[in-house]
């Protein structure tokens, strides 16, 4: 069953922007050292950092959370799957989040043009038992 779903679309510019005036500080608070090795090494960086926040407040809209509370970008990660699928990982608060709201598995796409990065995310519950 579907617990929850989020959508995000942002300008790779404004993330190009913010990551020019802001410089490592930007990039500390919004991706953790993984995300930022894998993306930084990149020839054009913007479009997978992009992705990634993309992803990041599409997870926030799919817990339906908003931006308070005691939570950091940091505690959700965009991982590879070996195939290159893009994962989630949770750490800190949004793990208790994840599993204080039965959340089972959990589904990313991340998207990107010239111009846009988007991403939406799919939260499901275990499947419905079905009654006798």
Same mark, same amino acid.
């Given at each position: 069953?579907? @617990?929850?779903?989020? @959508?995000?679309?942002?300008?790779?510019?404004? @993330?190009?922007?913010?990551?020019?005036?802001?410089? $490592?500080?930007?990039?500390?608070?919004?991706?953790?050292?993984?995300?930022?090795?894998?993306?930084?090494?990149?020839?054009?960086?913007?479009?997978?950092?992009?992705?990634?926040?993309?992803?990041?407040?599409?997870?926030? $809209?799919?817990?339906?959370?908003?931006?308070?509370?005691?939570?950091?970008?940091?505690?959700?990660?965009? @991982?590879?799957?070996?195939?290159?699928?893009?994962?989630?990982?949770?750490?800190?608060?949004?793990?208790?989040?994840?599993?204080?709201?039965?959340?089972?598995?959990?589904?990313?796409?991340?998207?990107?043009?010239?111009?846009?990065?988007?991403?939406?995310?799919?939260?499901?519950?275990?499947?419905?038992?079905?009654?006798?």
């Amino acid at each position: 069953m579907i @617990v929850g779903l989020g @959508v995000d679309l942002i300008e790779i510019e404004r @993330v190009k922007q913010a990551h020019l005036k802001h410089g $490592k500080r930007f990039i500390d608070r919004l991706f953790t050292p993984a995300e930022a090795k894998y993306c930084l090494r990149k020839k054009d960086p913007y479009p997978s950092l992009a992705g990634r926040f993309a992803a990041k407040e599409a997870v926030i $809209k799919a817990f339906s959370h908003g931006f308070g509370g005691r939570w950091k970008w940091t505690h959700i990660e965009v @991982v590879r799957e070996l195939s290159g699928k893009p994962s989630l990982k949770f750490t800190g608060i949004m793990e208790k989040l994840r599993v204080q709201r039965k959340i089972k598995h959990v589904h990313l796409t991340i998207a990107h043009s010239k111009r846009d990065a988007t991403a939406t995310v799919i939260f499901e519950s275990s499947p419905a038992r079905k009654e006798k």
